[in-house]
């Protein structure tokens, strides 16, 4: 059965502490750079110790913009090296990246200068994950302008053997992404998903449950079951309940097999 | 006097959209719900050409001066990275909560436990002044309160080097006498949080979405503090909603 994860996305700041009435066999993944090393070191301590089900990472990512000239890429090191150290103090199975940020002027300079920036920064920072043994998952993102589509996507994991993939089901719903194909042609580099819901196509990403938008999920659950039925499932959900959460990980334990 | 808004409705990813208030009001910040780098980049974009002025609220979060088991060191420590930040960014103040919810344990007394919240207070108190930041001390919500109104102000008054920030809905959820409070501390008051409540929940409502007699209270603002700082800590936005808030209570000044 694959390991069912809640993110904390749905426990901002002081709500974090509420993530100890999650049942114990659904496990846990934290964004990292919502907190400072006090809340994390308390919290972690409770949430995560001697926990049955695993801890993963979702790495920084706001004021991080890989594919801008601007990136103070000294500066990303130095905070994914202090997230890689969380992961190897508390046992986390994935830091998820993201290989770019919301790009305002996309007229400014190609495609392809953008895709080369992000790949030499992303190949580093998967250097980096070696040298501190983690395991470090890229996500497609949902951006208007987004660097790699479908298919650069999937060319990611060709190019860098080190890292692996991390689907966000709801940008792939907003950006009209192919979501069976990209199941079949990543398969078992597919290490974990981002569960979440939306209205589809070119919508906001609005991390719904699961069922509450327009995902076809048995659709989904059909390929992850053929492609990838091992990948994590990271429910990343905003402004719910701990009672709807666990009823959506009840809901996606009869879909996977 | 300054008018600034608290980060509280828009906590996490959500930070960045702080940027749509208008650069005449300040932002006061969560500090303990970043990293470093996270506040590098934040504090850079939202105080950008902005004449409104930065506060810091110090960290609470699985921190409660008054209980025995406090992790007093690791405290000490998130504290002075805390002041260290209130100077690196320039923040005018950095709130401080004297307690969290009443202690519970085997042979329990009140009074040990509102000496031991005070004695850390004004330890924590003693850092901020030796970093050059003035550090608030704040009225709690918690059901049951380790400082009381009379308590709060008999036990941290005397300490003359302690300035406050009254929290108005925090007053008002325990029936406060806001009136007598702010003639009590007067001028040590350096800042509210300004918020109502229908005294059943912390609720952080507008100005004028409650109950408050805010007639009254800004009468007794401009009597006794008239300097304070009002921080505008509500739950929800959007930030127009804000705005036009800020022009209710403009119009009480």
Redesign the interface.
Known sequence: MSNIVISSSAFLAFNIVNMVKLPRELGIEVLIENANDYVWQHALQELVVDRPSEFTIHGPFLYMNLASIDCEFDQVIENYKWTFNYYNKYGAKHVVLHPHGFISNPQEETNEARKTRCLERINKLAELACQFGVNLLVENMCYPYIVFDQEAYVDIFNQIPSVNSLIDVGHCLIKSWDIPKLLKDLGSRINAFHIDDNYGPNQKDIHLKLGVGVLDYQEFFDAYNLYCPNSRLVLEYLGVSVEEIVDSANLVKTLVK | MDIIISHLPY???W??AMNGIPKEYGIEV?????????W???IK?LMDGRTGKLSIHG?????NLAAKDC?WQ??L??YK?SFDCCNKYNAVHCVCHPHAAMPDYEGFQLIDNQKLAVERVNKLNEIAKSQGVEMLVENMPYPTLVLQQDDFVNYLKPIEDIQFLIDVGHAMLHNWDITKLLADLGDRIRAYHVHENFRDADSHLKVGEGPLDWKQFFSDYKKYSPEARLVLEYMHGPIDSIIENIALVKSYL
């Open positions: 906590l996490g990813t930070i960045s969560f500090i303990e719900y970043g990293n470093d780098y996270f590098k980049y934040t974009e960290p609470f979060c699985q921190i992790n690791d405290v420590e998130t990275w």
